[in-house]
């Protein structure tokens, strides 16, 4: 095989991927200029309740719009609203703001839709939805419930403070966005794949709210970053073209059991970003690739570097005021990788233990 005649597979790995992920960047935008996502996080904010209990229900709205409509979806357009529920009710917005990114990449293990990087390494199943998400709900319980542990410990002190929010509620529009949303993950759990219907659907949101001038062109651009999307498309074609001429991942991969293979996508992962690791580890289908997913999925919560998610987050905490630290993002990663990762396996192992 050469590296021409290897491109026409690679792009067939690549391309519905990407293009699934454009459509639900589309349909993310569209619900935010709805107002979905301030209108939920509003209500929670005005909540008499805890600080711990209002963070609490805070993650929860993070995993559950990480699980339908994307992770870099969630980060770019939750953080800002994070930031402003932990202002508006006087409380240490840290947890909330490190809340945004951790708990987004530990949510998107759920559906293949969720993290590009699920889209990569099954796409030669064309698994429908539902039986993704019927392998990986306990690793995925594992994952959420283990990120929210560790960062209701870390920030400990912070919940005893505070008071509700006396904002108005947000109003909540159930427009096209809305609906774009509910047809999204409809296609998602149904069908096997659903890159092409998403996109349209994307697309006739998007139409629909530019006719009445509902569409953000800022957020448009903040979430879809057309340029970054594009130079990871050609990035994953190429490498993928060259993964397919070597055949050590694959050896590797089967030589080193579950275990190994999720540790050794979380490693590639904080060392190249793990959009390239998955598409080198998934050039020829893997052995393990619920455990390699996980790894991939969760080793990013390590440094900086490890995803997408991460660099947006990085970026729009800043345009909020606010100050990320990646060196405070690795300190915590220290503690949250290794508990995540053995945690969602041991899930897995329970769920699927034929697989180990």
Do not use: C
């Not at 209500?43 to 339908?68: K, P, W």
């Not at 149904?190 to 006719?211: F, K, M, N, Q, Y």
């Not at 995803?307 to 220290?334: D, E, F, I, K, N």
Request: no cysteine; proline share 5%.
């Amino acid at each position: 095989m050469t590296l021409l005649s290897a491109l026409p597979e690679s792009l067939a790995q690549t391309w519905p991927p990407f293009v699934l992920v454009a459509g639900l960047l589309l349909v993310g935008v569209a619900a935010a200029d709805d107002g979905l996502f301030e209108a939920l996080a509003s209500r929670i904010a005005r909540a008499h309740a805890s600080q711990l209990s209002v963070f609490s229900a805070m993650m929860g709205l993070v995993a559950v719009v990480t699980v339908i409509v994307n992770l870099d979806t969630s980060v770019v357009f939750l953080t800002p609203i994070l930031l402003h529920v932990a202002r508006r009710r006087q409380v240490s917005e840290v947890a909330y703001l490190y809340g945004a990114v951790f708990m987004s990449n530990a949510a998107s293990l759920l559906l293949p839709g969720s993290n590009l990087t699920n889209l990569l390494v099954l796409a030669s199943r064309h698994t429908r939805g539902v039986t993704f998400a019927a392998t990986m709900v306990a690793p995925w319980v594992a994952a959420v419930l283990i990120t929210w542990g560790v960062l209701a410990w870390w920030r400990r002190g912070d919940w005893g403070e505070g008071q509700a929010s006396t904002e108005p509620a947000a109003r909540l529009r159930v427009g096209a966005g809305v609906l774009g949303v509910a047809a999204a993950l409809t296609l998602m759990l149904l069908t096997a794949s659903p890159a092409l219907a998403v996109l349209g659907v994307g697309i006739l949101v998007s139409g629909v709210h530019v006719v009445r001038r509902r569409f953000s062109a800022r957020h448009a651009i903040d979430a879809l970053s057309p340029l970054t999307l594009v130079s990871l498309f050609v990035l994953a074609l190429v490498l993928g073209a060259l993964a397919r001429l070597w055949h050590g991942p694959q050896a590797l991969l089967g030589g080193v059991g579950a275990w190994g293979a999720s540790a050794l996508g979380a490693g590639l992962a904080n060392v190249v970003n793990n959009l390239p690791a998955a598409v080198v580890l998934s050039a020829h289908p893997p052995a393990h690739p619920y455990a390699l997913l996980i790894g991939l999925d969760l080793g990013p919560n390590l440094t900086i570097v490890g995803a997408l998610s991460a660099v947006l987050w990085l970026r729009v905490a800043r345009a909020q005021g606010a100050r990320p630290s990646p060196a405070t993002y690795s300190r915590v990663g220290l503690a949250l990788v290794p508990l995540s990762l053995a945690g969602a396996l041991g899930a897995l192992y329970l769920v699927t233990p034929g697989s180990f």
